[in-house]
């Protein structure tokens, strides 16, 4: 199977390229490279010709509802128009566990994602992660105060970006499935502490101070909206597994 990848460079899209070649399909890596603009739409259709489906992992960094909500829309816009023109058969599309009930920040841009493959002619499959272990890493040195690194309150149940890109790739192989289980890590812990041990693996000095934020958008991330129900799947890669190999490749 031709299977087109966006984002395919990000942390969970470079190991969707690794699982989609290691299971035997061609891959190809929606990219400038590539010839094609995702927020454009330039060059898609004449370079999805001959993919059967397209996995749709990209990414913005912002908190900005506005900036993630424009990003979002075209990118998803662009792609669905391109797939009907070019005969795709399937859209797959990773969101985020609770995106549709805290539609705030980065997660309104998710939302509006998930509007836009609901209504497409296009059959498709969504696919909503709790945050990666990868998360911690993100947000470490962000915001900072002096000694102190900021981290909002945040209820947290990381899974490994691997495991997800082995679901996506595993829904890729499958017949469209609209709203997928959602797959989450198999462990819930605050962010704060995630941040504190990611920190000590890599010899960080900086003390991690936990605040929460204002708003709809910091209940949601207190109150365990991002957290999956009990019907959700798990994932086996624990976060303290993932700290020992950071701390594995901060030594070597």
Do not use: C
Request: hydrophobic share 45%; charged share 20%.
């Amino acid at each position: 199977m031709k299977i087109a990848v966006a984002g395919a460079t990000g942390t969970v899209g470079r190991h969707v390229v690794a699982v989609a070649r290691e299971r035997g399909h061609e891959v190809l890596a929606l990219s400038r490279a590539a010839g094609v603009d995702l927020t454009s739409g330039l060059g898609l259709a004449e370079t999805l010709s001959g993919s059967q489906t397209v996995i749709d992992v990209t990414s913005i960094s912002t908190q900005s509802a506005e900036e993630s909500k424009r990003f979002f829309t075209l990118v998803t816009s662009h792609l669905l128009a391109a797939e009907v023109q070019a005969g795709v058969a399937h859209h797959i599309a990773l969101s985020i566990v609770g995106s549709d009930q805290a539609p705030f920040g980065y997660y309104a841009g998710k939302a509006a994602q998930e509007r836009l493959v609901n209504e497409a002619a296009v059959p498709w499959t969504i696919l909503r992660a709790t945050q990666f272990h990868e998360f911690a890493r993100q947000i470490y040195g962000q915001v900072t105060i002096g000694p102190f690194t900021i981290i909002p309150t945040m209820i947290s149940q990381p899974v490994a970006a691997r495991e997800v890109a082995e679901r996506l790739i595993f829904h890729a192989e499958s017949k469209p499935n609209g709203l997928a289980t959602d797959l989450a890590g198999p462990e819930v812990l605050r962010m704060a502490e995630m941040v504190r041990r990611y920190s000590k693996a890599v010899g960080g000095t900086a003390r991690v101070l936990e605040l929460p934020l204002p708003g709809g958008f910091g209940r949601a991330l207190r109150n365990s909206t991002l957290v999956a129900s009990p019907s959700a799947d798990h994932g086996r890669q624990t976060f303290t597994e993932w700290i020992e190999s950071v701390e594995r490749l901060s030594w070597r």
